[in-house]
T-cell receptor, first 112, second 112 residues
């Protein structure tokens, strides 16, 4: 299917575990983004990537790791999950950095 | 720094007009966007306006831009219950190398 997909859609994990959230887009967009959405904070940028093997920190990168070995995939890893990382995570892609962004459906992550 | 401000809540009656306001700080913004987020979903682009325009109309949607006051508004005519959602404004910059900056979102509730 064309578009941008995220998996899993829902995830429950425990403090200290490693979790990887997947993001896949079929448009060959250069830019990809990870956001977290929390009540009272709106959308906050975690990391973004301008192209394969190029990543950059956003507003709240601590505790997260990203990679971009292929243009179409942009996984987000929580190396040691904490309760404060309970959130809804959105992946997005765009042709240019400041261009229209297309969002995935989100992953709801709960850290117990 | 870049900052986008929105009121958090708006409640209107079905059939009335809704006006969602946004203020931004960077006068070099080139595009300003409105995104809609329905419950349990990702953000979807609703409309956008280029910074050299004052107004853009698209069916029930009217976007007004006051560059002097750095104020952007989204008017929804004949608001329907299906318009209930969170609306985000976002700005981008002339360089095109900076990710979009999002406001915290305005939750629109439509009362039947």
């Amino acid at each position: 299917d064309a578009g941008i997909t995220q998996s899993p859609r829902y995830k429950i994990t425990e403090t200290g575990r490693q979790v990887t959230l997947m993001c896949h887009q079929t448009w060959s967009h250069s830019y990809m983004f990870w956001y977290r959405q929390d009540l009272g904070h709106g959308l906050r940028l975690i990391y973004y990537s301008a192209a394969a093997d190029i990543t950059d920190k956003g507003e709240v990168p601590d505790g997260y790791v990203v990679s971009r070995s292929k243009t179409e995939n942009f996984p987000l890893t929580l190396e040691s999950a904490t309760r404060s990382q309970t959130s809804v995570y959105f992946c997005a892609s765009s042709e240019l950095s400041g261009d229209t962004q297309y969002f995935g459906p989100g992953t709801r992550l709960t850290v117990l | 720094g870049e900052d986008v401000e929105q009121s958090l809540f708006l409640s209107v009656r079905e059939g009335d007009s809704s006006v969602i306001n946004c203020t931004y700080t960077d006068s070099s913004s080139t595009y300003l966007y409105w995104y809609k987020q329905e419950p349990g979903a990702g953000l979807q682009l609703l409309t956008y306006i280029f910074s050299n325009m004052d107004m853009k109309q698209d069916q029930r949607l009217t976007v007004l831009l006051n560059k002097k006051d750095k104020h952007l508004s989204l008017r929804i005519a004949d608001t329907q219950t299906g318009d209930s959602a969170i609306y985000f404004c976002a700005e981008t910059f002339q360089s095109g190398n900076t990710p979009l900056v999002f406001g915290k979102g305005t939750r629109l509730s439509v009362i039947a």
